[in-house]
Protein backbone atom coordinates (compact mmCIF):
# COMPACT_ATOMS: atom_id res chain seq x y z
CA UNK A 1 0.00 0.00 0.00
CA UNK A 2 1.04 3.80 -0.90
CA UNK A 3 1.17 6.16 1.71
CA UNK A 4 1.20 9.79 0.07
CA UNK A 5 3.55 12.29 2.15
CA UNK A 6 2.68 15.77 1.50
CA UNK A 7 5.27 18.54 1.81
CA UNK A 8 4.81 22.18 2.13
CA UNK A 9 0.76 21.96 1.54
CA UNK A 10 0.26 24.18 4.48
CA UNK A 11 -0.48 27.50 3.43
CA UNK A 12 -4.19 28.99 4.48
CA UNK A 13 -5.31 27.97 0.94
CA UNK A 14 -4.00 24.44 0.89
CA UNK A 15 -5.53 23.38 3.75
CA UNK A 16 -8.39 24.91 2.14
CA UNK A 17 -8.22 23.42 -1.16
CA UNK A 18 -6.39 20.03 0.12
CA UNK A 19 -9.46 19.63 2.73
CA UNK A 20 -10.56 16.03 1.18
CA UNK A 21 -7.22 14.72 0.58
CA UNK A 22 -6.22 15.58 4.20
CA UNK A 23 -9.28 13.17 4.77
CA UNK A 24 -8.12 10.49 3.37
CA UNK A 25 -6.16 7.75 5.35
CA UNK A 26 -3.24 7.00 3.29
CA UNK A 27 -2.48 10.87 2.58
CA UNK A 28 -0.06 12.59 5.28
CA UNK A 29 0.13 16.36 5.46
CA UNK A 30 3.24 17.90 7.07
CA UNK A 31 2.95 21.37 8.07
CA UNK A 32 5.15 23.86 9.27
CA UNK A 33 7.58 21.01 10.72
CA UNK A 34 9.05 24.12 13.37
CA UNK A 35 5.36 25.00 14.48
CA UNK A 36 4.46 28.40 15.10
CA UNK A 37 7.17 30.01 16.93
CA UNK A 38 10.50 32.13 16.30
CA UNK A 39 12.16 29.29 14.93
CA UNK A 40 9.47 28.66 12.49
CA UNK A 41 9.87 32.87 11.51
CA UNK A 42 13.90 31.92 11.61
CA UNK A 43 13.26 28.68 8.76
CA UNK A 44 10.66 30.64 7.03
CA UNK A 45 13.41 34.11 6.36
CA UNK A 46 16.07 31.53 5.58
CA UNK A 47 14.49 29.24 2.79
CA UNK A 48 11.75 31.79 1.61
CA UNK A 49 12.22 32.22 -2.43
CA UNK A 50 11.46 35.91 -2.12
CA UNK A 51 14.26 36.21 0.27
CA UNK A 52 16.78 34.34 -1.88
CA UNK A 53 15.95 36.58 -4.89
CA UNK A 54 18.35 39.26 -3.45
CA UNK A 55 20.39 37.45 -0.67
CA UNK A 56 21.40 34.09 -0.90
CA UNK A 57 21.29 32.53 2.60
CA UNK A 58 23.82 30.34 3.64
CA UNK A 59 23.29 26.80 5.63
CA UNK A 60 19.87 26.43 4.44
CA UNK A 61 20.96 22.43 4.67
CA UNK A 62 20.80 23.00 8.89
CA UNK A 63 16.95 22.48 8.59
CA UNK A 64 17.52 19.13 6.94
CA UNK A 65 17.93 17.38 9.79
CA UNK A 66 14.42 18.66 11.33
CA UNK A 67 12.78 17.34 7.80
CA UNK A 68 14.17 14.37 8.48
CA UNK A 69 12.14 13.46 11.70
CA UNK A 70 9.13 12.82 9.72
CA UNK A 71 10.80 9.89 8.16
CA UNK A 72 9.94 7.45 10.57
CA UNK A 73 6.97 7.00 8.39
CA UNK A 74 7.95 3.70 6.83
CA UNK A 75 5.72 1.35 6.82
CA UNK A 76 4.41 1.80 3.36
CA UNK A 77 5.75 2.65 0.24
CA UNK A 78 5.81 5.90 -0.20
CA UNK A 79 5.42 8.63 -2.45
CA UNK A 80 6.46 12.09 -1.54
CA UNK A 81 4.86 14.72 -3.16
CA UNK A 82 6.83 18.25 -2.34
CA UNK A 83 5.15 21.81 -3.33
CA UNK A 84 7.09 24.53 -5.02
CA UNK A 85 7.33 26.16 -1.41
CA UNK A 86 9.44 23.25 -0.10
CA UNK A 87 11.47 22.43 -3.74
CA UNK A 88 14.69 23.91 -1.70
CA UNK A 89 14.68 20.71 0.17
CA UNK A 90 14.93 18.71 -3.49
CA UNK A 91 17.42 21.47 -5.61
CA UNK A 92 19.96 22.10 -2.12
CA UNK A 93 23.07 20.94 -2.88
CA UNK A 94 23.08 19.10 -6.22
CA UNK A 95 19.70 16.91 -5.02
CA UNK A 96 21.84 15.43 -2.19
CA UNK A 97 18.28 15.54 -0.29
CA UNK A 98 16.98 13.32 -3.29
CA UNK A 99 19.64 11.03 -2.88
CA UNK A 100 18.79 10.69 0.94
CA UNK A 101 15.17 9.70 0.30
CA UNK A 102 16.53 6.94 -2.23
CA UNK A 103 18.79 5.69 0.01
CA UNK A 104 16.74 5.65 2.94
CA UNK A 105 13.71 4.42 1.10
CA UNK A 106 14.63 2.46 -2.10
CA UNK A 107 11.17 2.17 -3.79
CA UNK A 108 10.11 5.71 -2.43
CA UNK A 109 8.53 7.71 -5.28
CA UNK A 110 9.47 11.75 -5.73
CA UNK A 111 7.21 14.19 -7.24
CA UNK A 112 7.60 17.83 -7.20
CA UNK A 113 4.06 19.63 -8.34
CA UNK A 114 3.77 23.15 -9.15
CA UNK A 115 0.41 25.26 -8.85
CA UNK A 116 1.62 28.11 -10.67
CA UNK A 117 3.38 29.24 -14.03
CA UNK A 118 6.99 28.31 -14.19
CA UNK A 119 7.52 31.65 -15.81
CA UNK A 120 6.37 33.34 -12.64
CA UNK A 121 9.04 31.33 -10.58
CA UNK A 122 12.51 32.89 -9.93
CA UNK A 123 15.19 31.65 -11.23
CA UNK A 124 13.59 27.84 -11.73
CA UNK A 125 15.81 25.46 -13.20
CA UNK A 126 12.57 22.91 -14.18
CA UNK A 127 15.02 20.63 -16.14
CA UNK A 128 16.80 19.35 -12.74
CA UNK A 129 13.75 18.75 -10.79
CA UNK A 130 12.39 16.62 -14.47
CA UNK A 131 16.07 15.08 -14.06
CA UNK A 132 16.11 14.10 -10.38
CA UNK A 133 12.33 13.47 -9.18
CA UNK A 134 10.29 10.61 -10.59
CA UNK A 135 7.74 13.13 -11.70
CA UNK A 136 6.86 16.78 -11.95
CA UNK A 137 3.39 17.85 -12.44
CA UNK A 138 2.28 21.18 -13.71
CA UNK A 139 -1.57 22.58 -12.78
CA UNK A 140 -1.15 24.08 -16.00
CA UNK A 141 -1.80 22.17 -19.45
CA UNK A 142 0.52 23.97 -21.39
CA UNK A 143 3.11 24.47 -18.95
CA UNK A 144 2.89 20.61 -19.22
CA UNK A 145 2.87 20.84 -23.08
CA UNK A 146 5.61 23.06 -23.29
CA UNK A 147 8.38 21.05 -20.81
CA UNK A 148 6.89 17.99 -21.24
CA UNK A 149 5.63 17.68 -17.66
CA UNK A 150 2.83 15.80 -16.26
CA UNK A 151 -0.68 17.52 -16.11
CA UNK A 152 -2.98 17.84 -13.30
CA UNK A 153 -4.66 20.53 -12.36
CA UNK A 154 -5.12 22.10 -8.63
CA UNK A 155 -7.52 20.21 -6.50
CA UNK A 156 -10.81 21.98 -4.62
CA UNK A 157 -12.44 20.72 -1.84
CA UNK A 158 -15.99 22.54 -0.68
CA UNK A 159 -16.10 23.50 3.20
CA UNK A 160 -17.80 25.99 5.22
CA UNK A 161 -17.55 29.49 5.69
CA UNK A 162 -18.35 31.89 8.27
CA UNK A 163 -20.36 34.42 7.95
CA UNK A 164 -18.80 37.94 8.58
CA UNK A 165 -22.36 40.18 9.05
CA UNK A 166 -19.77 42.95 8.62
CA UNK A 167 -19.40 42.15 4.63
CA UNK A 168 -23.04 43.44 2.69
CA UNK A 169 -24.50 41.54 -0.25
CA UNK A 170 -23.02 43.27 -3.27
CA UNK A 171 -22.39 42.12 -6.94
CA UNK A 172 -19.08 41.34 -8.53
CA UNK A 173 -15.61 39.66 -6.34
CA UNK A 174 -12.23 40.50 -7.47
CA UNK A 175 -9.25 39.71 -5.48
CA UNK A 176 -5.64 38.73 -6.65
CA UNK A 177 -2.05 39.95 -7.89
CA UNK A 178 -1.47 42.35 -10.28
CA UNK A 179 1.05 40.26 -12.57
CA UNK A 180 0.57 41.15 -16.33
CA UNK A 181 -3.01 41.81 -16.27
CA UNK A 182 -3.45 44.47 -14.65
CA UNK A 183 -4.60 46.84 -17.41
CA UNK A 184 -7.17 43.51 -18.20
CA UNK A 185 -8.14 44.34 -14.31
CA UNK A 186 -9.29 47.93 -14.65
CA UNK A 187 -11.05 47.72 -17.86
CA UNK A 188 -13.20 45.21 -16.35
CA UNK A 189 -13.56 47.37 -13.42
CA UNK A 190 -14.78 50.10 -15.63
CA UNK A 191 -17.37 48.37 -17.43
CA UNK A 192 -18.75 46.93 -14.25
CA UNK A 193 -18.76 50.28 -12.17
CA UNK A 194 -20.29 51.82 -15.44
CA UNK A 195 -22.86 49.35 -16.06
CA UNK A 196 -24.22 50.00 -12.79
CA UNK A 197 -22.70 46.91 -10.80
CA UNK A 198 -21.61 46.70 -6.70
CA UNK A 199 -17.94 45.68 -6.87
CA UNK A 200 -15.38 44.31 -4.45
CA UNK A 201 -11.69 44.68 -6.24
CA UNK A 202 -8.67 43.94 -4.62
CA UNK A 203 -5.68 44.21 -6.32
CA UNK A 204 -1.64 43.51 -4.84
CA UNK A 205 1.07 43.73 -6.23
CA UNK A 206 1.01 47.60 -7.43
CA UNK A 207 3.30 50.35 -7.83
CA UNK A 208 1.90 53.61 -5.89
CA UNK A 209 2.38 55.34 -9.19
CA UNK A 210 -0.21 52.63 -11.09
CA UNK A 211 -3.22 52.67 -8.40
CA UNK A 212 -5.42 54.81 -10.57
CA UNK A 213 -8.97 53.31 -8.94
CA UNK A 214 -9.57 54.95 -6.04
CA UNK A 215 -12.34 52.30 -5.18
CA UNK A 216 -10.18 49.28 -5.61
CA UNK A 217 -8.42 48.30 -2.72
CA UNK A 218 -4.63 48.36 -3.33
CA UNK A 219 -1.58 45.73 -1.67
CA UNK A 220 -3.63 44.85 1.04
CA UNK A 221 -3.04 41.06 2.12
CA UNK A 222 -5.62 38.58 2.74
CA UNK A 223 -5.87 35.07 3.53
CA UNK A 224 -7.88 32.63 1.98
CA UNK A 225 -10.35 32.13 4.73
CA UNK A 226 -11.05 35.98 4.77
CA UNK A 227 -11.23 35.06 1.04
CA UNK A 228 -14.24 32.72 1.16
CA UNK A 229 -16.49 35.18 3.52
CA UNK A 230 -16.29 38.15 0.96
CA UNK A 231 -17.13 35.41 -1.87
CA UNK A 232 -19.96 34.40 0.15
CA UNK A 233 -21.81 37.14 -0.11
CA UNK A 234 -21.01 37.74 -3.52
CA UNK A 235 -23.06 37.45 -6.79
CA UNK A 236 -20.33 36.54 -9.07
CA UNK A 237 -16.50 36.20 -8.95
CA UNK A 238 -14.01 36.81 -11.71
CA UNK A 239 -11.55 35.25 -13.67
CA UNK A 240 -8.44 37.19 -15.44
CA UNK A 241 -6.05 35.06 -16.47
CA UNK A 242 -2.24 35.64 -16.83
CA UNK A 243 -1.16 35.84 -20.21
CA UNK A 244 0.57 32.48 -20.22
CA UNK A 245 -1.92 30.63 -18.50
CA UNK A 246 -4.18 28.38 -20.84
CA UNK A 247 -5.82 26.24 -18.03
CA UNK A 248 -8.67 26.68 -15.49
CA UNK A 249 -7.58 29.04 -12.60
CA UNK A 250 -8.98 28.19 -9.21
CA UNK A 251 -11.99 31.01 -9.62
CA UNK A 252 -13.50 28.37 -12.28
CA UNK A 253 -13.54 25.89 -9.46
CA UNK A 254 -14.71 28.28 -6.82
CA UNK A 255 -18.00 29.04 -8.94
CA UNK A 256 -18.62 25.66 -10.01
CA UNK A 257 -18.08 24.63 -6.11
CA UNK A 258 -20.05 27.51 -4.30
CA UNK A 259 -22.64 27.85 -6.93
CA UNK A 260 -21.26 31.76 -7.94
CA UNK A 261 -21.38 33.27 -11.21
CA UNK A 262 -18.27 33.41 -12.82
CA UNK A 263 -17.24 36.31 -15.23
CA UNK A 264 -13.85 35.50 -17.16
CA UNK A 265 -11.95 36.35 -19.87
CA UNK A 266 -11.52 32.77 -21.38
CA UNK A 267 -12.96 33.34 -24.62
CA UNK A 268 -12.52 29.08 -24.64
CA UNK A 269 -14.05 28.07 -21.28
CA UNK A 270 -17.41 27.04 -23.74
CA UNK A 271 -15.64 24.19 -24.94
CA UNK A 272 -15.44 23.03 -21.20
CA UNK A 273 -17.69 19.85 -20.25
CA UNK A 274 -19.14 21.75 -17.15
CA UNK A 275 -19.98 24.79 -19.31
CA UNK A 276 -23.19 26.35 -18.33
CA UNK A 277 -23.84 29.98 -19.94
CA UNK A 278 -26.39 30.42 -17.14
CA UNK A 279 -23.37 30.22 -14.84
CA UNK A 280 -20.37 31.63 -17.02
CA UNK A 281 -20.50 34.90 -18.48
CA UNK A 282 -17.58 35.15 -20.93
CA UNK A 283 -15.79 38.85 -21.32
CA UNK A 284 -14.09 40.78 -23.85
CA UNK A 285 -13.93 44.32 -24.70
CA UNK A 286 -15.54 44.12 -27.72
CA UNK A 287 -19.40 42.60 -26.41
CA UNK A 288 -19.26 42.54 -22.90
CA UNK A 289 -21.49 40.51 -21.01
CA UNK A 290 -24.80 40.07 -21.26
CA UNK A 291 -26.14 42.54 -18.17
CA UNK A 292 -30.14 41.84 -18.37
CA UNK A 293 -29.49 38.51 -18.35
CA UNK A 294 -26.65 38.90 -15.66
CA UNK A 295 -28.59 41.13 -13.41
CA UNK A 296 -31.72 38.91 -14.00
CA UNK A 297 -29.96 35.54 -12.50
CA UNK A 298 -31.30 34.58 -9.71
CA UNK A 299 -29.23 31.87 -7.55
CA UNK A 300 -29.23 28.48 -9.03
CA UNK A 301 -28.83 24.74 -7.85
CA UNK A 302 -25.42 24.49 -10.38
CA UNK A 303 -24.01 20.85 -10.16
CA UNK A 304 -21.30 20.72 -8.32
CA UNK A 305 -17.61 19.28 -9.59
CA UNK A 306 -15.79 17.37 -7.95
CA UNK A 307 -11.70 18.59 -8.54
CA UNK A 308 -9.66 14.91 -7.86
CA UNK A 309 -7.51 14.69 -10.92
CA UNK A 310 -4.40 15.19 -9.10
CA UNK A 311 -5.56 12.79 -6.88
CA UNK A 312 -6.23 10.36 -9.87
CA UNK A 313 -2.76 11.10 -11.31
CA UNK A 314 -0.37 10.34 -7.66
CA UNK A 315 -2.76 7.19 -7.76
CA UNK A 316 -1.84 6.24 -11.51
CA UNK A 317 2.09 7.21 -10.35
CA UNK A 318 2.09 4.48 -8.07
CA UNK A 319 -0.49 2.01 -8.95
CA UNK A 320 0.51 1.96 -12.59
CA UNK A 321 4.54 1.77 -14.62
CA UNK A 322 5.37 3.88 -17.37
CA UNK A 323 3.39 6.89 -16.90
CA UNK A 324 4.26 9.41 -20.37
CA UNK A 325 3.88 12.96 -20.68
Known amino acids: ?3 YVMVGFDSDYFKYSFANMRKRDNFLFLDNSMGNGVLSKIQDVCVSELVNKYINIPLKHIWMNDYSKWLKYCEYDICFVFSKTQSWLLYYSNGIYIDYLRKKYPTCKIVLYLGDLISSYYKFDVNFFINKCDYV ?13 LYA ?13 GIPEFDVFFCGKAKDRLDKIYELYDYLISSGMTVRFFVTGVDNKCQCRTDIVFNKKMNYSRYLQYMKKSKAIVEIRQRESVGDTLRVKEALTYGKLLITDNIEINTRE ?16 N ?15 IFDELYMMLHEICYKENITT
Open 1 to 3: MWK
Open 137 to 149: ISYDSEDARKYHL
Open 153 to 165: PLPYSEVDISNDD
Open 274 to 289: YYNPNQIYIYTRKTGI
Open 291 to 305: LEKFKDNKKLNFETV
